[in-house]
């Protein structure tokens, strides 16, 4: 096993990431697969665990505390969340935390993190009337939470207004980061904000959530022919977060045992592509992402002639992430935060296209995307 230092402490490369469990017929956690990927992570190396309040309708913090109550606590690294993706916990931090140190059976997490920082929740999370910074940082002071981080999804402008608050607080960050979204969620942006604070990055979706390994045969050829032919697409996902110096810690969200077992062969040796494979893989994503999203370049020429006030250019954003996506919470999420100006206020007035250079048929875009997420 790779192992990265953070601080004083090494953390294994690989992290094992809790939402996605394998489950029963009932599609409830199944204890006993769950229970023999555990052991075959910590007998391999693997040091972190990475749950969350929300995860498996609240049941992964339950699973996890259970199956590692069996390992000396100093075996392992445990890392939840406060569930602020969700408004109406904004008042009860103290409440939630002190529940999962009881169902998680530890005395205090070793990782813990502002969950999801978005558009959402940014004004609340930096409200300081609910007690949420206050309060975990007391606890970061008695020791009960030793590392304090945040993760999101969020717009760069939403991750530097809570950086600039908290930034030097901030021990460590989870985006999603991989070879497609480098460019097309601007990762590599987030990825340079972050180091220009000095703070460690972890990654989520490493696989965008097992899309990056089950590639169309198209580009799967086209992949084998640019990168590293004798590796499976998964290797090749993992390989290109190892050419990120600033990535510390990759969580990945490993349902069945194969999948526990061929990650941690990969993380047996750090191997990183090199420079020509990274942009061959860049080349690939920006191929792949076209045909399914509308060239804006966010110039704004349409915001000023928008009767409604719409800010057209997020909205495409959300649009073509939710329309790569195949759907997802991302974009129905971020949609929320728009006070009531959604896709489904446009007037197709066209006013906006008038001034396009790109010619996008905005109108036609924001019908479309107000039916799919009725």
């Known amino acids: ?90 008042t009860k931090v103290e409440e939630i935390f002190e529940k999962q140190l009881e169902k998680c059976k530890v005395e205090y997490f070793d990782f813990y993190l502002f969950h999801n920082v978005c558009e959402l929740n940014i004004d609340a999370y930096l409200d300081e009337s609910y007690g949420i910074f206050a309060f975990l940082k007391k606890q970061v002071e008695n020791g009960r939470i030793r590392h304090l981080g945040f993760s999101t999804h969020g717009t760069l402008e939403t991750m530097q207004r809570f950086l600039d608050k908290y930034g030097e607080y901030m021990e ?54 640019s990168v590293r032919p004798e590796c499976t697409q998964a290797e090749v996902a993992f390989r290109y977060l190892q050419s990120i110096p600033s990535v510390t810690m990759i969580l990945s969200g490993m349902s069945n045992f194969a999948q526990m077992s061929e990650n941690i062969d990969i993380f047996a040796v750090e191997a990183p592509l090199d420079e020509r494979e990274c942009v061959a893989l860049h080349a690939l994503a920006e191929e792949m992402v076209r045909p399914k999203t509308l060239p804006c370049t966010a110039c704004r020429y349409c915001t000023e002639y928008c009767p409604m006030e719409l800010d057209i250019p997020r909205i495409i954003e959300l649009y073509n992430e939710h329309n790569f996506s195949d759907g997802g919470f991302i974009a129905p999420m971020a949609l929320r935060s728009l006070a009531g100006k959604t896709p489904s206020t446009c007037v197709g007035c066209r006013s906006c296209e008038a001034v396009c250079p790109q010619n996008i048929k905005i109108s036609e875009m924001m019908a479309d995307f107000a039916s799919k997420i009725r």
């Open 1 to 90: 096993m790779i192992y990265k230092n953070f601080q004083d402490i090494k953390l294994s490369a690989l992290g094992m990431g809790c939402m996605r469990l394998p489950v029963d017929a009932n599609k409830e956690i199944d204890m006993a697969k769950t229970a023999e990927m555990v052991e075959h992570a910590i007998s391999h190396g693997v040091n972190y665990f990475d749950t969350a309040w929300g995860y498996h309708g609240g049941k992964s913090e339950l699973a996890m505390g259970e199956i590692l109550s069996h390992y000396p606590r100093e075996s392992y690294y445990l890392a939840s969340k406060f569930p602020g993706y969700d408004l109406n916990n904004m």
């Open 172 to 225: 460590f960050c989870q985006i999603q980061l991989n070879w497609l979204d480098w460019e097309f969620q601007n990762a590599k942006t987030k990825v340079k904000m972050l180091e220009e604070r000095n703070i460690p990055v972890w990654v989520m979706e490493p696989l965008r959530g097992g899309s990056l390994c089950r590639l169309h045969p198209t580009y799967a050829e086209k992949l084998r022919a």
